[in-house]
């Protein structure tokens, strides 16, 4: 996946929701790279969704860089891990889905015949350690 991504010819098929996330570890120093998936959140940020551990390198360390359609970009990165702030992303964006998409789009699974309750998605986040990671892309096209 890396090697798909890392090359604009290459990642003009694949690219289009994924990218790669370049982070330095935060205890360790090591840089770590992590193909992800995006969506643009309509605000000019690229919004990536996650449960997982890699994601405590990003607390207190915005910056990182970002391999989007080929091209190696800086950008910073903004980590939410508070329910009460991830959960209203999490249900904007089954609205837009809608319920029966959802799931497989989001990666989570909606266990009631119904589109989740704010309070149901913030349990959700609580016992799966969901965040949202905001990310302002330098020089993105």
Do not use: Q
């Not at 996650?50 to 390198?57: D, G, Q, V």
């Not at 939410?80 to 991830?86: F, L, S, Y």
């Not at 699974?109 to 589109?115: S, Y």
Request: no cysteine.
């Amino acid at each position: 996946m890396r090697w798909l991504l890392s090359s604009p010819g290459r990642a003009r098929g694949v690219g289009r929701h994924l990218m790669l996330l370049h982070v330095t570890g935060r205890r360790s120093g090591r840089r770590f790279v992590f193909p992800v998936a995006y969506r643009d959140n309509g605000d000019g940020r690229l919004l990536v969704l996650t449960n997982s551990p890699w994601r405590a390198n990003l607390r207190d360390r915005p910056d990182v860089a970002v391999t989007l359609g080929g091209s190696h970009r800086p950008a910073r990165a903004h980590l939410v891990e508070d329910p009460d702030r991830v959960a209203p992303v999490y249900l904007r964006l089954i609205e837009e889905a809608g319920p029966a998409k959802a799931g497989r789009r989001l990666g989570i699974r909606i266990n009631v015949p119904r589109p989740p309750t704010l309070a149901e998605l913030a349990d959700a986040v609580r016992r799966d350690g969901l965040a949202v990671i905001y990310l302002d892309v330098a020089d993105r096209p």
